[in-house]
C-alpha cells in the first residue's frame, strides 16, 4: 500500500521517471486501475449530491472511459503520429494514463463550499499535463507537441464517440 500511495505522489508530482516505471511494470495494472477509480470517486464526493449509485455509475463509466481513451491513444499514437523510435502496446497506455488521473483525487477538496469549480478547473489541467507526460513515456516520443497532437485528437475522437452514445441512448430527450 506504501508503494502504491508513493506512486500516486510521484505521478501528482508529474515525475517523469514513474510514467516511465510503471510502463514497464506489467504488475501495475490493478494500481491504475485503482488511481482512475479513487480520481472518479473523489470527484463524485467532490460534487456532492450524486449519491452512492452515482458515484458508481460514474466510476464504472471512468473505467470504461479510461479504456477507450487509452485505446484510442495506442492506435493515434502508434499508427498515426508514431515516431521511429515508438513502441508501445495497449497495456503500457493504460498503466501511464491511469497513473495520470492521479490529480483527481483532489477534486475531493470540491466538497468544500465555494470551490468546486476551481478544484475541478485545477485539477482538470494538471491531470492533462499529466496524461501528455503518460503518453510521451508510454510512446517512447522524444516530442512532447506529438504527444499533445495524440492527447487532442484522441479527445476530439472520444468526444464524438461519446455524444453518439449519449445521443443513441436517448440523451437528447
Not at 516505471?21 to 504488475?27: F, G, N, R, W, Y
Not at 522524444?142 to 479527445?155: D, E, F, H, M, Y
Request: overall charge positive; charged content about 15%; proline content about 2%.
Amino acid at each position: 500500500m506504501r508503494h502504491f500511495a508513493n506512486r500516486i505522489i510521484r505521478a501528482g508530482k508529474l515525475d517523469v521517471t514513474l510514467y516511465e516505471e510503471v510502463e514497464h511494470d506489467k504488475t501495475a495494472m490493478g494500481q491504475a486501475i485503482g488511481v482512475v477509480v479513487l480520481s472518479s470517486l473523489a470527484a463524485g464526493i467532490g460534487t456532492f449530491g450524486i449519491g452512492l449509485k452515482g458515484m458508481g455509475i460514474h466510476a464504472i463509466g471512468a473505467i470504461i472511459g479510461w479504456y477507450i481513451w487509452a485505446y484510442l491513444t495506442y492506435f493515434i499514437g502508434t499508427r498515426f503520429l508514431a515516431e521511429p523510435q515508438t513502441e508501445a502496446d495497449h497495456g503500457q497506455l493504460l498503466r501511464t494514463i491511469g497513473f495520470a488521473s492521479a490529480p483527481g483525487l483532489l477534486r475531493v477538496l470540491g466538497i468544500v463550499p465555494g470551490i468546486r469549480d476551481i478544484v475541478f478547473l485545477l485539477t482538470s489541467i494538471w491531470m492533462l499535463v499529466a496524461m501528455v507526460i503518460a503518453v510521451r513515456q508510454a510512446l517512447d516520443y522524444k516530442s512532447t507537441l506529438r504527444a499533445v497532437g495524440v492527447c487532442l485528437l484522441g479527445w476530439i475522437v472520444q468526444t464524438i464517440i461519446s455524444l453518439g452514445i449519449y445521443f443513441l441512448i436517448g440523451g437528447a430527450a
